[in-house]
């Protein structure tokens, strides 16, 4: 047995506890019945169009759609179809979340992994990767980089598999980053949200984390199709025992996590059944702790140093099909957030992004890429080949002359407003009415401490936008004393003062 195989079988005796499992299953089954998911891909393979209509007007009610209704709209020939679909998709984001996109950067800390996934350029045996973990002064000029210089608020933090990157270390770099204070041309720059992307741990470790100050907690399952899983994640590592990685975010959610975050690695097997499998995932969810997942991601399969597969896959996902799966899932699960990725090229985000709440921007997924400058890909050190490199200054205005303004608002997780707290605000469209005037607030700050005179001058002119219609939608929306308290909070903002929210 190799070192990496070694380690990784350390690992799984110290980390995967099964029982842990055990409450979830329902008659010693998953929540996913690949039998059942392949049959009603089949059955349901000649909806009328009147049928299809019906299922969308059930989501712009933002109910969670039935497996059998997502079939349905999978199997879909008709263009014009799509077109209703696509448009019922925007519809939904707007009515939710209004026309905001969240930005937030991704920090890789380690490619130090003791798992051998087939697609994954920082797997264990791809000796042409050069191996590193931050230590904890390194995570602080990273995120010094990001806070300060670009201006991002909220982060989604990276961490292999490995001893060396466990819970302990994970917290140390959670409350560094949080300790972060860097001056800027007018205010003072922090990072105010920092979400986890991370191996599944058992309930203890995930308490751990959940106190050293946890936004959301993510794990993808890669893919949910069984046999697919088990064939490019090897039994002897840890990321080879599917059930554990299945229940991940049900035993964060009994720990206390109540922000958990579900995706699928698309190109790994047949995207429709992907999709079913997000959507078992979310049912499963509400059905054991009365909500869902926070945010739902959807990467697809990217070029990574000595990775092969990538490029042999059978299932990749082409443009036309992509965006079909984002408005499916849009859909089915109507209150999530969505989350597309520097993976896409620009072209392919710009299709989508109304359908989606957050996108990354000015991402590295290089150890250690921020501090150190790098400016172009370099693929011994990251994990996959990025399809956007555009700065954080040019994606803002680019969605800003689109009519989105980017929120930097990181206000309902800190008054409060996450969990089962945040779904029926979700579901009936309040909480978007308090996004809007965060996401102005968080924007002016931006504007005022990071942005070029272009992006200024664009973004200004929305700003304008939204404040005359957030006069307009009071009192139905925003009440007068609310409309007040917030043009006090933008005029504050604008003399200097930051972190106003509701």
């Known amino acids: 047995m190799d070192s990496v195989a070694r380690g990784s079988e350390d690992l799984k005796s110290k980390v995967i506890r099964a029982e842990e499992n055990l409450r979830y299953l329902r008659g010693g089954n998953t929540f996913i019945d690949e039998r059942k998911i392949l049959g009603m891909l089949e059955s349901y393979r000649d909806a009328s169009p009147q049928r299809v ?5 059930r989501s712009l009610e933002i109910k969670t759609l039935k497996p059998e209704e997502t079939a349905a709209l999978l199997n879909v020939k008709d263009s014009a179809l799509w077109e209703e679909i696509f448009d019922a998709a925007a519809r939904i984001k707007r009515k939710v979340y209004d026309n905001r996109v969240v930005t937030f950067a991704p920090l890789y ?4 992994c003791v798992n051998n996934c087939a697609y994954c350029g920082f797997r264990g045996e791809n000796s042409v990767i050069e191996r590193r973990r931050l230590s904890i002064t390194e995570v602080r000029k990273e995120a010094e980089m990001l806070a300060g210089e670009l201006g991002h608020k909220r982060l989604v933090v990276v961490f292999g598999e490995h001893p060396s990157s466990g819970t302990d270390y994970i917290c140390r770099v959670m409350r560094e980053i949080y300790s972060v204070k860097v001056k800027t041309r007018r205010g003072c720059g922090a990072i105010r949200r920092v979400n986890v992307n991370a191996a599944p741990m058992n309930e203890e470790d995930y308490k751990k984390i959940k106190d050293a100050g946890l936004g959301t907690y993510q ?10 899983y088990s064939a490019v994640h090897p039994g002897w590592t840890v990321k080879g025992d599917y059930l554990w990685r299945l229940y991940s975010l049900h035993r964060a959610m009994a720990a206390g996590i109540d922000d958990v975050a579900i995706g699928a690695l698309f190109g790994l097997y047949d995207w429709r059944f992907e999709v079913m499998g997000l959507l078992a995932h979310a049912r499963d969810l509400e ?6 997942p926070h945010t739902v991601s959807f990467p697809r399969l990217e070029p990574a140093a000595n990775t092969p597969f990538v490029k042999d896959s059978a299932y990749r996902v082409n443009d036309a099909d992509f965006k079909k799966l984002v408005a499916v899932l849009r859909l089915s699960i109507p209150y999530a957030g969505m989350i597309v990725t520097c993976r896409e090229s620009p072209n392919v985000i710009r299709q989508v992004i109304a359908m989606c709440t957050q996108r990354d921007a000015s991402s590295r997924v290089g150890i250690g ?3 150190e400058r790098t400016q172009e890909q370099e693929e011994k050190i990251q994990q996959f080949i990025l399809g956007d490199n555009r700065s954080l200054d040019e994606v803002i205005r680019e969605l800003a002359s689109l009519g989105y303004i980017t929120s930097f608002c990181t206000a309902g997780y800190r008054c409060g407003r996450t969990g089962d707290n945040i779904m029926s605000m979700l579901k009936s469209g ?10 102005v607030l968080t924007f ?5 401490d990071f942005a070029g005179e272009d992006t200024r001058r664009i973004g200004e002119g929305l700003i304008n936008r939204e404040i005359s219609e957030i006069e307009q939608r009071s009192p139905s929306d ?3 004393e609310v409309v007040k308290a917030f043009k006090e909070y933008h005029r504050r903002i604008k003399n200097g003062e930051r972190d106003f929210c509701f």
């Not at 209509?53 to 007007?57: C, F, H, K, L």
């Not at 800390?109 to 130090?112: A, G, H, P, R, V």
């Open 478 to 480: 925003f009440s007068p």
């Open 109 to 112: 800390c380690s490619s130090l």
């Open 53 to 57: 209509r019906d299922i969308i007007a």
């Open 430 to 439: 309040r909480e978007g009415c308090f996004c809007k005037l965060n996401a």
């Open 444 to 448: 002016q700050e931006w504007l005022d």
């Open 219 to 228: 794990v993808f399952q890669e893919t949910y199709h069984p046999p697919t």
């Open 287 to 292: 059905d054991f702790f009365g909500i869902g």
């Open 369 to 371: 890429a921020y501090s």
